[in-house]
């Protein structure tokens, strides 16, 4: 039996190749993949072959929001069994080093992360991966909400790392899939209200359907005088979006920056200092899997808006594409088996 | 216009009278008051005339869970109109020493506490009070709801005394109110599953109507071997509750004693010591009443479940003995003006 | 008996006049003027006439670094006597407000703060200051350490907003007397070693002299590679200086930039995000007294080599441009009364 | 060469022998042990048998205080070299777990530990242990020193459990050498003032020769009315002590347990919940040796005058018994190799 990958040889390409599954050893499992979630980083490797200073320089399987089911186990693993519904934590830590025993296995210098060269990723029919990576998911739970574990991740963390309390004032930039999770992580966990902005109507009326309030970007112009936030969490990358959202802040305002702007940050922090700002940069997560899962179980957050658009493998660059292609779209997730 | 009051001349005594309601001055209101929750501490007062070492010696009028609307206010208000819907905190605090300072404004030595002795609480047609101790409310928002959000500001405070962390899983000993309302906070925080033990079948229906996992208090004999919560949130004040929870936690975890005990508690701290256990106190709450106001605006927390009875003023005395005559009950509400 | 002051009629300008000095009222207090640093936002208000958003529009006097004897209390005093010396903290809350009930008064936007338009500072023999402002210090400690216990109270603050923990490696970036002093709290608080940075040999030097590693600034290019750090307190406000220090950050890094610079700050956020630093803006301090107080009178802290200079209140204009005019200098202290 | 232990064949019986020697494989490193200082534990193991639910069943090597120099090291080492001076963390855990990975390893229910049945410790005259469990010391440090990082670790982690913050008053009860050494740590981390209390005039000598003020254990009867206190550890034991101390604490106190009765411990939770205290279990440490070797090589801790016997390995009875037999003794230290 063939196992199909999606192999990018070279940024721009995309081949649909039978990879070698070998036998599962150690704590190792085969996961059938069920569903993958298109990430910005998978187009920017598609699209120009890097992402800073991670450069894809041979093929790479891309895709690491994903989930799936176990179809073999290898003889040490302990906590899955065939059969279960998982979802895929994409980082293997070294768990040896100062940082993984510290708590933040996240920032370990060998962690290994899907479709992160040089790891392939999990476009792919059957990937083989650490026992500890896969959290079993419940039967009312799809494979396509369980692949959002990942992104809806990001937005825990990124709750956390702004430190956010029940009753905060809760301000989301960019409505993107990242914007969407996070303002939903912010109201789970007792924000006493959110506010999503961006540039895009159809993103906004997204966030609108959700509940939420929205506001357009660009309509406040940034400096003193609207400060109506306690938490900010921004998730557009766009160049002026930290400046403009940290003026909205008030005192012992606390930011989490989740979008990566491409360039430098100008930020006018000796007029910001007055209100005492916390600003909390963002390197994906740690520990947010079970949290994840339980959010999405009980329906506090609800990814299914999220999905717009469903490719198969073989169609895998038009979904790489989807966001330049159609404007009025969020997330795209390949169905690798079909 | 007469102003009605249930008066309690001395314990066990309930009379209504007429008291004086003059002009509000500085920053007081007048709050025509439409809904008063009975806590356990109002029948304490009434059955046996103190709660440690606060003891009635004197006439005082009972009732700090309360809500209702704005009909005067005084020469210097700022924040507050006349026609407000408001929910009310019940202290008032210096302002001025190191506590209310460091921000724990409720542990004030001179804290003014409705229907606490010596003062009077909220068991009056028309309350006057400092317009800082009102939180509007959305139009959307019963005035029930409203006075609720005293009880459900211990449960939010109980949840941050406990360093509660998405993700938690907790276990909430006692279902009365104060317990079902922790129980929803803790949820509505982001705890991963939330499990609630009474003795009270009646209780844990209702528990389980709500959505809780439910077990019954006793089945698990206090010992190690059974740890499955990251959070104790103690609501009962049974004697032994205290320590059987903390045998229910796992490594680092974290518990919120809110339930009173009548005796000494006895640990066995020596042996849950391995576990690093950390045990907060509670006293009542600060900070909260936006949380609260929020959470139930929201449908985050419904609190119409705990409203089981409801009396008119004429009707305090029966309000108070309720718990006592009706074991399958949960909250009384009465309504001062009808 | 006059009552002299350093009166700045305009910026540039210093006139010492006979101020009015009336009995104290309420819960005043009457200080003799023992001690006044001159800080960099003296020297500001006197060479150019305002700070950011701080404009010097009418007559002033200066000087917010104090401490003294108290001479003349109102009747309202309650914690201060005749005789006591006292370190004075310089700003006056509200305490009324949300900030200042939520334990951070220093936020407050009434504060009313010593020698910052409108308000007059300490340049003055005699001050008229609420009780609450001061601080009995013991026999031991100096009037010049008490006033100095204000920059000092920038530095505990600053490590309070890096939350540094015991055993952190620090880096200050600026050794001037706030940078100094930060470095010196760090070591009293735990730190496990503490690198001072600056460009003047002069300052380095007295850094080396309290027993601190130095480096000259700028021998290490910004960018990654010298990772050697938990904690950055930048104290330079040099425009590079922020960036310079977050590269040196190590994961997990936490920064507080207490320095302003006086343009804009740009970071390269998407280069360090993979190290999740937190960046913590400061505003002076809160409850800092005892702590600074407690740190000196044990010699934990040694202001001692920060003072170079010393001058008579009719000096004040030298005082206020000494580090123009004499690059090797640190500190100026002017002596109201001789 | 021989390699002599003082082996414990059962409780109550000390014999040197000679025990194999292999070379190291692995991370494995060969340290000749320098000093091992007696704790309380070995006492127990030595006197009863048993601690708690770990009971000494067969052979036994005791001693878990110590340092050395490093003789050999395995083939894939890399930290250490020959000839090292180090001290040594005596628990090795798995690195696997959740406990490990959430950043308490010392709660890892598979921590293998020295001298904790069934592992054997260090009063050997050359120990095979991991690579990680040691950390260099500086030329200037003391190989008593070094072994008492053990123990200083101890009230490290107690002034972290406690939330020890700059400017706290601390109150620590029991001058044993852990209380001396926490005493020390509260003021090396920036305590305002440290009082210790203990029953032993010889230990408040020690306690007062460190510069510490000192209380006599049961002059002030427990009770309210004498809140002095922000943090208090407990670090005796005695039955009575834990309670004593919290009425000490003021609103908002916090409290680490470090000594552990032998019998479940009475509080008066429900009088003491007015002053919303916080209790902390504390079972040993994680991460402190960088510090605790920081603290010492600085001279901020001393733990000089800790040390009152020294016996030679032959001597290990003598020195096990030591507080008994000899009540104004402090630490005892072994020294395996003459």
Known sequence: MPNLAAVMPEFGTIEVRDVPLSEPTGRDVVVNVKAVGVCGSDTAYYTVGYIGDWVVDGPIILGHETAGQVVAIGPDVESI????????????????????????????????????????GALVQNLVIDERNLFVIPDSMSYEAA?????????????????????????VTGAGPVGILAAQVARALGAADVVVSDISDFRLGIAADLGFQ????????????????????????APDALA????????????????????????????????????????????TWPTAIALVASGRVDVGPLVTHRFALEETADALTLASRIPDSMKAIILPNG
């Open 81 to 120: 069994a065939v059969g279960d519904r998982v979802a895929i934590e994409p980082g293997t830590p070294c768990r040896d080093c100062e940082d993984c025993l510290a708590g933040r296995y996240h920032l370990c210098a060998d962690l290994e992360f899907l479709a992160t060269p040089p790891y392939d």
């Open 214 to 237: 929205t506001e357009k970007a660009g309509e406040v112009e940034p400096g003193p005088g609207h400060e109506d936030a306690d938490v900010l969490l921004e998730c557009s990358g």
């Open 244 to 287: 403009t959202g940290l003026w909205r802040l008030r005192n012992g305002g606390r930011a989490a920056m989740v979008g990566l702007p491409k360039q430098d940050v100008s930020l006018p922090l000796s007029r910001l200092n007055v209100k005492e700002i916390t600003l909390s940069l963002v390197n994906r997560y740690a520990h």
């Open 147 to 171: 692949a959002l574990c990942e992104p809806l991740s990001v937005g825990i963390w990124a709750c956390r790392r702004a430190g956010l309390q029940p009753g905060d004032r809760v301000r």
